[in-house]
């Protein structure tokens, strides 16, 4: 499923070592940064700065530390300049740096005070919407849709939790609007989105379904990745779509495995567990046919699009974490496993699709996952291959491998 192209790159800023010449930010206009709601986290060798309100996420050193730690502690720009000079051969020089990395920060919209988004538009017709409740346990969402389409690929990918009692009227609401420049989706008449194509609301009204069902209090982040689980241990498969994670995830479900989420997974806001909430696996058209070819049996719908694994973990249950895998199937080619730093692997999940709780949705929580698993890409050309490493996920000596 592929997500909508609202999830920014992340700015690597690495000191802002970048020339901006007459673009750097003013020292007039340095006290008028906001930095109330920009936390610092960090990952690997590196560290994250990212503003709650406009989700913007920098990744920095050391020094881009210093001076946001500066500027909330309220420090003016000369009092940052010696702090920094230390490491720079002369003052000016730090001058230089200190200016760029927050003018490189502004443009980034670190210091926004909201959401940078597109206005919706008037609806272009409105007719019948289709309905549905959805429920976990006590928990339940009603979808209305103005879109057939929306709503006919939510209720086949979530048929697991459509409610049969319809009398009673959930307080959360997700609604699927049409309008002429698209769909737009709303949770509890706020936006969403900008208008998007039915591809990218599916996306996004399944994305917060999880939240809603797993308990917004709950969820820190909703990851782009599948999941399966052994041994009370989940493996996490993450990364952009039409990369075979969810062939995989299928093809592990049908080997010891026990499938726990397709496409999309509500993280713990400790960051060291997942919920199980599986649903249909989406198809598609191009997943590897070396895997498709071996022998499954997991049940397909009579379009063939989705598939319902006969071993799926009980829905709402939480798994402790302990691998983060980036699986890319190439044809005819060998089975290489390369470890990936945490760094890298935040820049990655934030830019294919990967969404951080709103309203309050701290990054830390992905950090922590990122900081405390190991994380690795697999390319592989075959299904056996990736089986054979499967079985070696949560072994010591996987956990300790330097590749």
Request: glycine content about 6%; charged content about 20%; hydrophobic content about 40%.
């Amino acid at each position: 499923m592929d997500p909508p192209k609202k999830h920014m790159q992340i700015v690597s800023d690495h000191s802002a070592q970048t020339d901006l010449g007459d673009e750097s930010l003013a020292a007039s206009e340095f006290v008028s940064l906001n930095s109330r709601d920009v936390e610092i986290a960090e990952i690997g060798q590196r560290i994250v700065l990212r503003n709650r309100n406009s989700g913007a996420v920098v990744l920095s050193n050391s020094l881009g530390a210093q001076i946001m730690h500066g500027i909330k502690n309220g420090c003016d720009l000369r009092h940052l300049e010696r702090d920094l000079s230390i490491d720079f051969d002369e003052l000016r020089d730090a001058r230089t740096f200190i200016r760029e990395t927050l003018g490189n920060w502004k443009r980034a919209g670190l210091f926004d005070d909201a959401v940078r988004s597109s206005p919706t538009s008037k609806l272009k017709y409105a007719q019948s919407r289709y309905r549905a409740i959805f429920k976990l346990g006590t928990r339940r969402y009603q979808l209305s849709s103005e879109s057939e389409r929306v709503f006919r690929d939510v209720s086949s990918l979530m048929a697991n939790y459509l409610a049969r009692d319809t009398e009673q009227n959930p307080e959360d609401k997700l609604t699927v609007s049409l309008s002429v420049d698209g769909h737009t989706v709303q949770h509890n008449n706020q936006s969403v989105w900008r208008p998007c194509s039915p591809d990218e609301a599916r996306f996004l009204v399944i994305q917060k379904a999880l939240s809603l069902l797993a308990g917004p209090e709950n969820v820190s982040a909703v990851l782009h990745a599948a999941a399966v689980v052994r041994n009370d241990q989940a493996l996490i498969l993450a990364g952009p779509s039409g990369k075979g994670k969810t062939t995989l995830a299928l093809l592990l479900a049908e080997n010891g495995w026990t499938f726990a989420g397709d496409d999309m997974i509500a993280l713990h806001n400790d960051g060291t567990k997942i919920f199980s909430l599986p649903f249909a696996a989406r198809l598609k058209d191009n997943h590897p046919e070396s895997i498709s070819s071996m022998k499954v049996s997991f049940r397909k719908d009579l379009s063939g699009t989705y598939a319902w694994p006969n071993s799926a973990a009980t829905a709402g249950e939480l798994f402790r974490v302990s691998a983060v895998v980036f699986p890319t199937f190439s044809a005819n080619a060998n089975f290489v496993e390369e470890r990936v730093e945490p760094e890298v692997a935040l820049q990655r999940l934030l830019t294919s699709g990967t969404e951080i709780a709103a309203p309050n949705g701290s990054v830390k929580s992905l950090t922590t996952l990122l900081n405390s698993n190991p994380t690795r890409n697999w390319t592989y050309g075959n299904g056996t291959e990736a089986l054979m490493a499967a079985q070696t996920v949560f072994s010591k000596n996987w956990f300790g491998a330097k590749s």
